[in-house]
């Protein structure tokens, strides 16, 4: 008779120095500059004008969240203002 397959049921559990360093973890740079976006930034005042004409994914590849592409954008804009749109475009 074989023997159950229990690495399933089992949870690596935390050691001591483990919860420690979670509490003790450094906020980068990129961490604190989205914290500070978050809390500037309206989001769910921006999604909802653009929630109308966003694709809704009925047919084809689904689209990305809406609020996740909203962030990546304003992010991008955040980080290299100087970029024109052009730029991406090749012209």
């Known amino acids: 008779m074989s023997e159950p397959n229990l690495s399933g049921i089992f949870m690596k559990q935390s050691s001591f ?33 653009i929630k109308r004409t966003y694709p809704k994914g009925h047919t084809g590849r689904p689209p990305v969240a809406l609020e996740s592409m909203l962030r990546i954008y304003s992010t991008g804009k955040a980080i290299a203002p100087e970029r024109r749109v052009s730029m991406h475009f090749g012209s």
């Open 17 to 49: 120095s483990d919860l420690e360093y979670n509490h003790k973890k450094k906020v980068t740079r990129g961490e604190r500059f989205l914290q500070e976006m978050d809390s500037i930034i309206p989001w769910n005042l921006l999604v909802k004008p």
